[in-house]
């Protein structure tokens, strides 16, 4: 009875961990077309992963202090602007987009071994280029239609598609020699076409900072050949590609106008909230009361339940403190990120690492024109290429980022939170 007990004790951490692996796959494929199918996979690896920490008696965090350090003092911010919220209890209930950090944990924790960490961004990788080809065979390109796939908007499509094929290409340019690398290079052209055809120009925006990212990190000498391929792109596109990209810079444009009527009115909001903000919560309302006199509310811009732009957005719902902490996470993200490329020796597990870093670029350039953070799927996927890049830290060395230096990241954030602190007691 008691070798039976053993066993049983034996196998069932065995059994936890290719039950995880199991849902990690179906986690990272359904992350690309369903919410309920992700929602439901995460929630289940949440589940699961706090049960194999019990049984195995393991550490919540990640033995990276400074990124466990980022993520809390992020969280904090997001509870305290909560409890001085105008309205906390729709502020608590929307907290619940903070879980979606635990991506990051549940698979820089569970993931491990080449093998496994290759086939999950071979999954991840397939499955973008056949949700990229059918939105692209599923819409009428020819007449002026926008790729959205299987998402309910274009901007949320437009930035998701943009992430993948970033690392897609990365895969490409650093990964190494191979079949597998021209396989990659078909997925990143249905990848980038569908992009394209999404005409969601912040994904465009966000997409050309990591196409220079990329080029400047494999050679600085590339910068240049990138400008002209993307000059080429544009004159090899068609007409409505190439009205739509001449329209970046057009403040006429409706929905420009949209979010230039949102940023000025955001700044009255910001002075009237400018320590805790105004907490997590739907900004119909209260952007509707700080609208000019004789403002028409019922245009667009005062019928969002947000404005577009991920710093404006952490202003307004976290004030300054929430702010400088979203900047740490945001700084803290892409120097992790970056110490795993450097550091990482096998070139396909560096060209993940390297694509992930161009795909923060991506995301946060992406940001400052629309909602990114808040917008469940793009984020999701953010925490994805962010935890398997954790993972390949792990496997490939020792992942503790601990030194006896002082670390700059935290200069910076002292120096920023003693500016902001001289402006209020002024």
Not at 44 to 53: A, D, E, G, Y
Not at 151 to 177: E, I, N, R
Not at 195 to 213: N, Q, T
Request: net charge positive.
């Amino acid at each position: 009875m008691s070798n039976l007990l053993i066993k049983m004790e034996k196998s069932l951490p065995e059994k936890l961990d290719a039950s995880i692996f199991v849902f990690l796959l179906l986690f990272i494929a359904f992350s690309q077309f369903t919410i309920a199918g992700t929602q439901s996979t995460l929630g289940i690896l949440f589940v699961l992963w706090i049960v194999k920490m019990i049984v195995k008696k393991q550490n919540l965090f990640l033995r990276i202090p400074l990124l466990d350090r980022a993520f809390l003092i992020f969280a904090a911010a997001c509870i305290v602007a909560t409890i001085f919220s105008i309205k906390p209890a729709e502020s608590l209930v929307n907290l619940k987009n903070l879980l979606l950090i635990a991506v990051v944990y549940i698979l820089g924790l569970n993931l491990s071994g080449k093998k496994n960490i290759s086939l999950v961004i071979d999954v991840f990788v397939a499955t973008s280029a056949v949700i990229a080809a059918f939105g692209l065979l599923t819409t009428d390109l020819m007449g002026g239609a926008r790729v959205r796939a299987l998402q309910s908007v274009t901007m949320t499509w437009g930035a998701m598609s943009a992430l993948c094929a970033l690392v897609t290409l990365s895969m490409v340019l650093f990964g190494g020699k191979g079949r597998r690398r021209w396989l990659y290079l078909l997925a990143f052209g249905v990848q980038f076409s569908s992009m394209l055809f999404s005409y969601v120009r912040g994904a465009w925006m966000g997409f050309i900072a990591g196409i220079l990212v990329l080029a400047f990190l494999k050679n600085k000498l590339l910068v240049l050949a990138a400008f002209i391929v993307l000059i080429l792109v544009f004159v090899a596109a068609p007409e409505s590609v190439q009205n739509r990209i001449s329209s970046i810079t057009d403040l006429n444009v409706n929905s420009t106008r949209v979010r230039l009527v949102q940023w000025s009115n955001a700044v009255k909001i910001f002075q009237d909230y400018p320590v805790t903000g105004v907490g997590w919560i739907d900004l119909n309302e209260i952007h509707r009361a700080y609208a000019p006199f004789g403002a028409d509310l019922s245009r667009h811009e005062y019928n969002i339940g947000h404005f577009h732009n991920n710093y404006i957005m952490f202003l307004i719902y976290l004030g300054s403190v929430g702010f400088l902490a979203a900047l740490f996470m945001i700084f803290t993200l892409f120097q992790i990120v970056y110490k795993i490329y450097r550091r990482v020796e096998n070139r396909f597990l560096q060209s993940w690492a390297v694509g992930t870093f161009a795909a923060l670029a991506c995301f946060w350039v992406n940001g400052l024109f629309d909602w990114t953070f808040g917008d469940a799927e793009p984020a999701t996927l953010l925490w994805i290429l962010v935890g398997i890049s954790v993972a390949i830290g792990f496997e490939a060395f020792d992942m503790k980022f601990t030194t006896d230096k002082p670390d700059w990241s935290h200069f910076f954030l002292f120096v920023v939170w003693r500016k902001i602190r001289k402006s209020f007691t002024k």
